[in-house]
Structures are given as structure tokens and as C-alpha cells.
């Protein structure tokens, strides 16, 4: 986790439909070392709401990418 909080780069494309019937957003990025630009690979990255409760979590891919979907609309912190 300490990786997340200092050498986390994300680049986060909001994919929710804006249809009224659909209520969720996704999250999609890469993670990569802030020293030397590489992917960081197996990460682990959860999606915290203002209470801290963690809405989903995932682990990055061996070429840093993730994808996080079903995300309730709202504002959350990615750690």
C-alpha cells in the first residue's frame, strides 16, 4: 500500500452510461512507479468512501492496468 500513496498515477476514465436507469460509473487506469514511469503489476487498489468503508477493490494486472466497475455515483478516494 505504501506504493499506492506515493507512486500511484492513475488515469481514471469515467465509462458510466448516462442513462437514468443506470446508477454506476467505472474506474480504468494504470498504475506506475512515480521514479521510474514503469507499470507497477500486481497492485492492489480499493475504492473508499467518506467513511472509509471500501466500496470494491481490485488488483492491478501484470502490465499495472485495472478496471473497476459497478461504482455507485458518488465521491470516494482510490487507494
Given at each position: 500500500?505504501?506504493?499506492?500513496?506515493?507512486?500511484?498515477?492513475?488515469?481514471?476514465?469515467?465509462?458510466?452510461?448516462?442513462?437514468?436507469?443506470?446508477?454506476?460509473?467505472?474506474?480504468?487506469?494504470?498504475?506506475?512507479?512515480?521514479?521510474?514511469?514503469?507499470?507497477?503489476?500486481?497492485?492492489?487498489?480499493?475504492?473508499?468512501?467518506?467513511?472509509?468503508?471500501?466500496i470494491?477493490?481490485?488488483?492491478?494486472?501484470?502490465?499495472?492496468?485495472?478496471?473497476?466497475d459497478?461504482?455507485?455515483?458518488?465521491?470516494?478516494?482510490?487507494?
Amino acid at each position: 500500500m505504501k506504493y499506492l500513496s506515493t507512486l500511484l498515477v492513475c488515469l481514471i476514465l469515467g465509462t458510466g452510461n448516462l442513462l437514468a436507469a443506470r446508477n454506476t460509473s467505472s474506474i480504468r487506469g494504470i498504475v506506475i512507479d512515480k521514479e521510474t514511469r514503469n507499470p507497477l503489476a500486481y497492485a492492489t487498489l480499493a475504492v473508499r468512501d467518506s467513511s472509509n468503508s471500501v466500496i470494491t477493490a481490485t488488483t492491478a494486472g501484470s502490465d499495472g492496468t485495472f478496471l473497476m466497475d459497478g461504482i455507485p455515483y458518488g465521491s470516494y478516494q482510490l487507494v
